[in-house]
């Protein structure tokens, strides 16, 4: 056989594993080794039924037979029943029981029963749990020790196949054999199922880990930035108690608060909807939406950050454009990115939004002449790197809005992008499937 003909018959082998033991979603690492260990059984127990009659163990045989039919019915009721606790309780038992009635068939201290049973407590500790070791050690202790006491006095009670030399080692030779070579394949399966089910843990611990020190920094950095604009209210609210102001002054300053609100508005907003999502997870609504009529409540909200600084604000928006989408994901996104636009751009500059049909898909421009993106961060940009950002007025934020943008563009199947010189402004894409 030549090596990719090896190669071939293994790939097949995996494949067909999951179906013979169980998928790994499915079943417990235990109900899996079990449901492995009894196939393995099965298979050594059927190879040993005409080997025993043809060497003369006649008796050995039909115990192996009624061993073999047992083992199908237990394999049957762990793998598509999933009742691994009993099976396990009912093949340990009956192994040591049917093995202990072929001790007295089969020569006794002098024929290969002890060298089964070994390899039988040696499967029973790889399947069973470890409450019940102290139950299945004083079982077979009890077992051999009891039946090698009784041959002891009772001589006569066992019966002696071996007609020659020869014969003995006909049947302990293959015996040891076969018991080296499944002690083998059962320790290699658990240690590949340890590792891998240790590399699972590892890597859920190491998420866990992120996910927390994300957290703690996102929420270390929510407190600190809420108190700007809470200190502002409470020093305006302190002001209209203790002077009376002017109404110029009044409406100089509930604008400015006004801006302070919404701006902590939308970075908790952003906060809430990342924590849904971590606790959630991802829920997407896939429908026709009229691109026009998402953006357009989007700029109006947007009209009162931008000209306060002093931004023009522009959009080119075909509304004949429909994509597939889920309303509030690109509403999202697109707050996000225009509200990062207007964060990063000087008074006296511009923001343009523009929709095209670009192929089979509608692609979104968010173009600002802002301070560009530090060459620094720019493999950050979209990763949850939990940090402080100032903007041209001091605007702060919390490193949210683009990661959020990220993830719900790729759960609409659609793509983002940027392109950014320092000092010269960004330019953003999104890209979403057309609707048909």
């Known amino acids: 056989m030549s090596t990719t003909e090896i190669r071939n018959t293994l790939n097949s082998m995996k494949k067909l594993l999951p179906s013979i033991i169980g998928d790994q979603h499915q079943f417990t690492l235990e109900n899996r080794i079990f449901n492995a ?25 039909l115990i192996f037979s009624l061993l073999v039919v047992a083992f199908a019915g237990i394999y049957y009721l762990s793998r598509f029943k999933k009742k691994v606790n009993l099976s396990i309780g009912i093949s340990v038992i009956l192994i040591n ?82 018991d080296v070579v499944v002690i083998f394949i059962g320790t290699l399966y658990l240690k590949n199922a340890y590792n891998k089910e240790k590399k699972r843990g590892e890597e859920k611990a190491l998420r866990l880990e992120t996910m927390d020190s994300e957290k703690n920094k996102l929420f270390s950095l929510l407190s600190h930035d809420l108190r700007n604009p809470l200190a502002a209210i409470q020093s305006y609210l302190q002001l209209l108690n203790d002077i009376e102001l002017e ?85 999202l996104i697109i707050r996000n990115l225009v509200g990062n636009a207007a964060k990063f751009t000087p008074a006296g500059g511009s923001i343009n939004i523009k929709t095209i049909r670009s192929g089979n898909n509608c692609l979104i421009e968010i173009k600002d002449s802002g301070a560009g993106i530090d060459p620094d961060g720019i493999a950050d940009i979209f990763s949850l790197k939990v940090r402080s950002t100032f903007g041209t007025e001091n605007e702060k934020g919390v490193g949210l809005g683009l990661f959020l943008c990220k993830e719900y563009t790729t759960a609409q199947q659609g793509q983002i992008w940027f392109e950014s010189t320092k000092g010269r402004g960004s330019s953003f894409y999104v890209s979403l499937p057309l609707a048909n």
């Open 37 to 61: 260990i009894a196939m393995m059984a099965l298979l050594v127990i059927a190879i040993n039924v005409p080997y025993n009659y043809m060497t003369g163990l006649t008796v050995t045989a």
């Open 97 to 178: 029981v049917t093995f202990a009635i072929n001790y007295f068939f089969s020569s006794g201290i002098q024929g290969a029963s002890l060298l089964s049973f070994t390899l039988a407590f040696f499967l029973t500790m790889l399947i069973s749990h470890s409450k019940q070791y102290a139950w299945w050690i004083c079982l077979n202790l009890f077992t051999v020790l009891g039946i090698i006491s009784y041959e002891y006095y009772h001589p006569e009670a066992v019966l002696n196949v071996y007609k020659t030399r020869k014969a003995i080692f006909e049947d302990i030779t293959p015996t040891y054999i076969t």
């Open 247 to 331: 109404q110029k002054d009044k409406t100089q300053i509930e604008t400015e608060l006004l801006y302070v609100v919404n701006s902590t508005q939308e970075m908790l907003y952003n906060i809430l909807i990342w924590s849904k999502t971590q606790m959630d997870g991802l829920s997407v609504n896939l429908v026709p939406v009229d691109v026009a009529a998402a953006i357009q409540p989007i700029l109006k909200i947007n009209k009162l950050a931008t000209a306060k600084k002093g931004i023009q604000l522009d959009a080119n928006i075909d509304a004949s454009i429909k994509a597939m989408a889920d309303l509030n994901m690109l509403q």
